[in-house]
C-alpha cells in the first residue's frame, strides 16, 4: 500500500489587485511573526499593520514614568500591549504589571502575547474592565497603590481597522463603535433614538463640531443609517462644499464613539480616583486625543495640585517628535500629561 499524498499547501487568499486592500486578505500582516520582511514594509512606509497597534509616544512615556525593577505598574488600557510590554520588562526582577482593558475581543490575544514573553507569571496581572474600575481593583491587587500608572485613552488602530468592529467609515461594516459590543447600545441604535438638540449637543461638546446644528437636522430627519458608510456618505452630502467634510465625518465618528461608551464619565471617575491610586511620590502619565479628554486631564492635574494632592504636574502638553509623525502618522493628534503624588501625609 502506496504511502498518502502529502498534504497540499493552502492557496493564499484570492484578492482584485496586486496586493490585498480589504482587512480580511492581509494575512501577511495578520501573522507577523511568520511574514516580519513584509511587516517591516509595511511599517517602513508609515503604516500600521492590519491587527496591530503601534505605540505613541513610547519613549517619552518610559522616559516620563521611569518605573524601577520591582515596581508596581498600571496600564489602564492595555489595548494591544506596546506600552505594557516595555513596562513589563522595565519592573524586573520583582515588579508587577497590573493591566486592563474593556476589549473582549482584542484582550484575550493581547493577554497571550504579553505572556509568551517569558516573563514570571506572577509579573501580569490582567482584568477585562473599564479604568473606571481602577481604585476598585487596586483595592484588592495592590492596596498600597501603584509606582506608576499609564492610561492611552485613544482607539487602538486593531479595533479602527476592522470593519466588523463598526469604527471605520473607510469601509462598510455595522455601525456599531462600542468597545464591548455585548454591552449598552450600538451607534446606529443611539442615533436612531437622539432628537435633534441633543444630538447637536453631544456633537458640540463632544467633538466641536461647526456644522452641528446642520448635521443634527439631516441626521435626525432622515432613516438613521445602519452601517458606517452608509453615516459618512449622508454627512458628505450635508457639509457646504467648500469645508472638509472629511473632518466632520471624523467628528462625527468621534462623538458617536464617545457615547456608545460613555468615554467621558468613565473619564471622570478615573481622574477623580487617581490620587488615591499611585503610592506617595508615584507617577501617571495620560495620553489623549481629542480637545474634550484633554481638557479634563488638564484641570484634574491642576486641581489637584492646587488640594496638595499632586506634588507636580505637566504644566505643557507633550506632543509626537518630528520623526514619529513621520512614521506614524496616526499619532498625529496625542498629546501627554503628566504629574506626580505628593509624598506628604497631608495628601
Not at 483595592?139 to 498600597?144: F, G, K, M, N
Not at 454591552?183 to 449637543?201: D, F, N, T, V
Request: aromatic fraction near 4%.
Amino acid at each position: 500500500m502506496s504511502d498518502p499524498s502529502p498534504e497540499r499547501p493552502k492557496r493564499r487568499p484570492r484578492y482584485a489587485g496586486k496586493n490585498p486592500r480589504k482587512f480580511s486578505e492581509k494575512y501577511k500582516e495578520h501573522a507577523p511573526e511568520r511574514y516580519a520582511a513584509d511587516v517591516e514594509k509595511v511599517l517602513a512606509r508609515g503604516k500600521t499593520p492590519a491587527g496591530t497597534h503601534r505605540p505613541i509616544m513610547l519613549r517619552e512615556i518610559m522616559e516620563l514614568l521611569a518605573p524601577p525593577p520591582g515596581a508596581t505598574a498600571v496600564d489602564a488600557t492595555l489595548g494591544y500591549g506596546g506600552h505594557a510590554r516595555e513596562l513589563l520588562a522595565a519592573i524586573q526582577p520583582g515588579g508587577q504589571l497590573i493591566a486592563m482593558d474593556a476589549d473582549p475581543i482584542e484582550l484575550p490575544k493581547t493577554e497571550a502575547r504579553l505572556r509568551a514573553l517569558g516573563f514570571p507569571a506572577e509579573s501580569l496581572l490582567v482584568r477585562r474592565m473599564n479604568f473606571a474600575g481602577l481604585a476598585q481593583l487596586l483595592a484588592t491587587a495592590a492596596p498600597d497603590g501603584a509606582d506608576v500608572i499609564l492610561a492611552d485613552l485613544g482607539v487602538s488602530s486593531m479595533q479602527i481597522d476592522n470593519p466588523a468592529r463598526g469604527f471605520t467609515f473607510k469601509a462598510d461594516g455595522p455601525l456599531d463603535l462600542r468597545m464591548n459590543p455585548a454591552r449598552g447600545q450600538s451607534a446606529a441604535a443611539l442615533l436612531a433614538g437622539l432628537s435633534a438638540a441633543k444630538l447637536e449637543k453631544l456633537l458640540i461638546e463632544s467633538a466641536d463640531e461647526p456644522h452641528a446644528a446642520l448635521l443634527a437636522r439631516t441626521l435626525t430627519g432622515a432613516p438613521a443609517p445602519g452601517t458606517t458608510t452608509a453615516l459618512a456618505a449622508i454627512i458628505r452630502a450635508a457639509v457646504p462644499r467648500e469645508d472638509d467634510a472629511e473632518l466632520s465625518v471624523r467628528r462625527v465618528f468621534q462623538a458617536l464613539r464617545i457615547a456608545v461608551n460613555d468615554e467621558f464619565a468613565a473619564l471622570d471617575t478615573f481622574l477623580r480616583h487617581l490620587p488615591q491610586c499611585l503610592k506617595p511620590g508615584g507617577r501617571v502619565a495620560i495620553l489623549t486625543f481629542h480637545s474634550g479628554e484633554d481638557r479634563r486631564v488638564k484641570h484634574a492635574f491642576k486641581t489637584g495640585e492646587r488640594n496638595g494632592l499632586y506634588a507636580a504636574v505637566a504644566r505643557d502638553v507633550i506632543r509626537p517628535s518630528a520623526d514619529e509623525l513621520h512614521a506614524n502618522p496616526r499619532s498625529s493628534s496625542a498629546k501627554l500629561r503628566w504629574a506626580r503624588r505628593a509624598a506628604g501625609p497631608s495628601s
